[in-house]
Every structure is written in structure tokens, then in C-alpha cells.
């Protein structure tokens, strides 16, 4: 029953540059940003026509008067989470949670050790998970994310962000987040802006931390989710996770989770991948001024490198139309001074 | 598949008392309230225990340093709609909205002036529609609700809501929502909670203009929905609402809605049926300061009065255990100064 969701937090956890390492993003210096600072709301912004794409574009909505002004009611801007707001390679952090979590609960389950793919899991042999496809990331997905309360796993997660480190940076997931994103979210913010995440990643999984790290409250997350069903558990109200997928916030899914949750069209989208495409075109089809930005990972030296042969993030159409489409295209060799805080 | 959604909506017409002519509300004087008008932000209020306790758990909750003291951005409220922000008699009103929207389709089905329910809807004949029971509504849902884009639909409820009138005030409905509650609304925003619908109506027929009567954003709303589907329609993408239920946002279903839309636990619920037991339940029986509200009809001279046996809006286990959960009441004939606007 999982299977879709499966599919999008996807298996794939080869990328096609090997990762780099420990070194801090921030040891590598970049042409630097020629405005000054003090001035400056996007610091980690080299010059150059991303920088100026961004800035332009909230000039021209946010002036009273102008031919393209937008009222701050309609100036919604949506960001998809992994490898758009915090790096997503070598795999998805939730599949690092989901993993974690499977180790964490095998002490309950004894026949894990022989039952796949949790055998694989607990040997650490993700190319074993992987042969089990869609199926193994189900269940997977099932024993990591469902059964508890919505209480209890907001709980599980905040202990897992707040202790877990990336496998080869060593640095905490949270800290993985992109320096000029926050800034965007910032800029946007002060410019009247709502700042929303629309992810392919799970709703429950990004709340807990997101108000945090991204100044995001959990009520302007839009992510996938799965059932839950409000119950009584000891005369106490619960709301109980069910192993049933309720919406894949992914792909096509993005306009349709856009629409249910915030039930207005964006003016900004910001996306990464291939799963981005239908939110950019949904957001940038509409009359009136829009803009899309796709993050492109090209700087292996500092981060990760990697589009179209990616089975993480792939992207390939959204970069092919993006000219045709009007689509901004960030590189993050060229456009980022600095990568992580 | 839309029989959970049709039953939400609800075929019973009946009340338990005979609507009131058109006379206005606030034609009916009622005990003013002694505050000095200018300084009070609740003035079709009447002083009482319900007007108290909103201004105490407000006072309390805002006062920094204080014991229960709630930071801004967790002071999450919540309302019903139908009942507790504007009327529900004699047919939820979004009820009428189907039955013109038949009416309004039938020259494109000349098959219906012969085919149920849409031949007892064309006459007019509501007792006809009510036998053919959930099934009968589900046609009626199917035929009105979906089919079109979320684009068609807007406009559609838009036009709609500006032209119908009240069977029996002849006013339009947006002109019947609750003054008082109106100022609920607004004294709670000017103290730094962020408002919010959670209605069992559907959640795009309220969208288009609970903003400009209620001041509460698109985005702000959890309501019942049908499905939507990402399609590009002659190159342009549209969403097309498709006639299968996603949520019934009723009952145990307002937690559900309310975790999915805002994940976050509300601390102020207001409702005026059984449909918003669990919302109350939910809210109230959460640790810190909340506070839950039951607005009760008992004005037949004003409005309408009903409770325990009404088809619509039915009241008697949220009643029955009020008291004992800490819920206020609020007695529309006691509490209110004035009705409408």
C-alpha cells in the first residue's frame, strides 16, 4: 500500500559523483559578492543573473503601483525540501531516519534478523534492501513511519534530528541546509512573502524541525503523508498513523497537494529535480508574474554534483525546458559563495 | 463513492422549529452590554459568562510572563462553519448551492427531467430527492461538485454566492454569518492568533470568499474535499476535481483535517454540533491552556432554535458533556446583542 511512497523516497543511493569529503562548504572560498554586505540580503549570492533574477523579481511585485505588483495576500512562494532547502545525497535523509529507525526498533522484532528486508537493513547491506524494490521500501516505510501516534512520532523524529550525523560530512542533517536558501527564505519573508515547503519527503517528518532551521511553521508544510485515523487510547485522544498512503507529494502530486493545502497558486517555485517539474510549470503557467528557480548541483568540489543520471534527484526535462519555460536555472558553482551555514 | 461526503452534507431540510420571517436581527434590541462601546472589541456580546470566558482565556494566554502564557505562533483557533460562523437553516447552504447548480446544469442532461434524483430536484421536490436517500445526494455531489477544474469551480461558487438569496430572510448568505462571531474573529487576530475554518463543508466552495467576509485566507480553511487530478488541458495544465471523496472533514474526520492542514493542536475550538465533538475533544483535552466553545440556537425569534432533534446541525452529546469537559456554551438568546451584521 506503500508503494507509491516508496517510490518517491526511492532506493537509489548511488549518485554520480562520489561524495565528497567532511570539508565544510564554507573552507572553499568564491568570487565573492561585489554589493556590500551590510546591504546585502542574499550574502551567499555571487552576482550574476540568478542573484539578479531573485531580487528584480521582488522588486517588481512588491511595488505599489507598479504594472506587476502582487498584494502580499497572493505573494506565496513554495521550495521543495531535499536538494532544494538541504542536501539530499547519498540518499534521502528520510531514508536515513527510516533506516535508523528500523535499527532502533529490531530489539522488538527478533525475526528481523532473518526476515527480509530488515536483515538487510540491520547488516547494513542497503544493495539487499535495494533488490527488494518498491516492495522492501514498504515495508520499510510501514515499520519506520506507521503505528504510532502522531504525538509519539513527532517525538521519535526530534530526538533523531537533533543526534544523527550524515555519513560522510559527519555533520548534523539540519546543518546540511543551504546558506542561500535561507537567505531567500529571509528575503522573501521581509518582502511579505509566505514561505512554504511542497516535498516529495514526509509532512510529519519535516515539521518537527522545520520552524527551527527554516523559520517554516509546521501549518506551511505540504508533504506526503499517510492515513491517520483519531481514536481513544486510554480515555486520551490519539490520532494513529496508518500504513496507507494518502497523498504522494511528488511529481503531479505537487500541484494537487499545492491546491488542498494552500488553495492558491504560487508566484515563486523552487525546485531541484525532475519531481519538481509539474509544481514549476503549475506555478509559472498562471497569468500574472511568476518565476520559477531550479537548483542545479554542479560542484562536486564543495557539495555534490549530479542531474541526469541521478537516481536521487534526477534531473533532465525540467533542465531541458527551463530555457523554453522561462525557468531560472541556479548553479551552484557559479551562484553560491558559500553552501552550508 | 461520494455516500460519506453525501451524508456530511446531509439531506434533511427539516428543523425543529419554523424559520423566522425576514426580519432583521439587529432589528430585535437585547440587553446592551455596559462596556463602553469604544473599548470593547466584542460589542454584539451581551456581558455574560460566554463573553467572559473569551476574554479571560485571551488575556491570559497573551500576557507575557504569565503562567499560561502561549507564544504567537501556537495560538492556533479554530471554528465550524455551518452553525457556529454563519446559519445552517433550513438546508446547509451549501446545499442549496447543489440544487440551484443542477438546476443551472439541466439543459445539458435533458435525460434528467425523467431521471432521479435530478427530476425531483428539478421540480423542486426535496421529499423526492431525501427518499432516494445518501445515493441520491452522492448524484447530486457528482453532478455539482466535480467534473470541472478547480478554476471552472471558483468561479462557479463565486457567481453563485453573489447572486442567491435565503429562501426565507431573502438575504444573500454571506450576509447571514454571526456578528458576534465575527468579532471573535477579529479580536482574536488583533491578538495574535491565526484563525481558521474547519468545517465538514467542502473546502473549495468556502475558499472564494471566506476571506473578504470572514478576513480568514484561502489557506486557511480545512474542509471536506473531493479528489483532484494534474492534467495539461489544449497545453494548459488544470486540476480536475474528480467525483471520489479525499476527506470527509466531519466528526473524527476534524482532527484528521485539522493534523493534516495545520499540524499543529489548536488551542480555541468553536462549534455548535455532534460534528464538532471530536474537534473539541481534540483541542480541549490537549495539556496547557485551550478552551472550547459550543454556540447553542435558542433564538426562534431571531434566528432559529434547535438542538437535540434537528436533522441539521444536531446538538446533544456535545451538550450533554460540555459541563463536564470544561466546554462554554453560548446561549444565542442570553449572549447575543445582534445576530447579523
Redesign the interface.
Known amino acids: 500500500m506503500l508503494g507509491a511512497l516508496a517510490a518517491t523516497l526511492s532506493l537509489g543511493v548511488a549518485c554520480s559523483r562520489p561524495p565528497p569529503g567532511a570539508s565544510r562548504a564554507s573552507d572553499t572560498p568564491a568570487t565573492p559578492d561585489s554589493a556590500s554586505a551590510a546591504s546585502d540580503a542574499l550574502p551567499s549570492w555571487n552576482q550574476g543573473p540568478a542573484k539578479a533574477a531573485i531580487i528584480s523579481f521582488v522588486s517588481r511585485v512588491t511595488t505599489p503601483g507598479g504594472r506587476e505588483f502582487v498584494p502580499a ?1 497572493e505573494r ?1 512562494a513554495v521550495f521543495d525540501n531535499d536538494g532544494t532547502l538541504w542536501a539530499e545525497q547519498p540518499m534521502y535523509f528520510q531514508l536515513a531516519f527510516a533506516l535508523d529507525r528500523v535499527k532502533a526498533l529490531a530489539a522488538q522484532h527478533p525475526d528481523w534478523t532473518t526476515r527480509e528486508p530488515f536483515r538487510s537493513v540491520l547488516k547494513g547491506d542497503l544493495e539487499g534492501v535495494k533488490s527488494g524494490g518498491e516492495q522492501a521500501l514498504s515495508q520499510i516505510i510501514a515499520a519506520s513511519h506507521a503505528g504510532n501516534t ?1 504525538a509519539e512520532f513527532e517525538q521519535i523524529v526530534t530526538d533523531w534530528i537533533a543526534a544523527a550525523r550524515h555519513p560522510t560530512t559527519r555533520r548534523r542533517y539540519t546543518d546540511m541546509v543551504y546558506q542561500p536558501m535561507l537567505e531567500v527564505l529571509s528575503y522573501l519573508r521581509a518582502n511579505g512573502f ?1 514561505t512554504y515547503i511542497v516535498s516529495g519527503g514526509g ?2 517528518f519535516m ?1 518537527p524541525w522545520v ?1 527551527r532551521v527554516y523559520g517554516i ?3 506551511q ?1 505540504v508533504g506526503s ?1 499517510i492515513r ?4 481513544g487510547r486510554d480515555g ?2 490519539v ?1 494513529v498513523r496508518l500504513p496507507e498512503v ?1 497523498l504522494v507529494n511528488d511529481k ?2 505537487k ?2 497537494g499545492i ?6 497558486r504560487p508566484v515563486m517555485a523552487f525546485g531541484n529535480s525532475d519531481g519538481d517539474f ?1 509544481m514549476l ?2 506555478t509559472t ?1 498562471a497569468p500574472g508574474p511568476r518565476l520559477g528557480f531550479i537548483v542545479h548541483h554542479t560542484d562536486a568540489e564543495r557539495e555534490w554534483a549530479y542531474d541526469r543520471r541521478s537516481s536521487i534527484g534526477r534531473l533532465a526535462r525540467s533542465l531541458d525546458e527551463a530555457e523554453a519555460r522561462g525557468w531560472q536555472v541556479v548553479d551552484i558553482k557559479r551562484d553560491w559563495a558559500r553552501i552550508f551555514p
Chains 1, 2 share one sequence.
Open positions: 495576500s506565496i502522531t509566505k509532512v510529519e515539521r520552524e511553521p509546521p501549518e508544510v503523508r491517520m485515523k483519531y481514536e486520551v485522544p490520532l494518502d503531479a502530486g500541484p494537487v491546491q488542498q493545502m494552500i488553495g492558491r509539474e510549470e503549475w503557467a
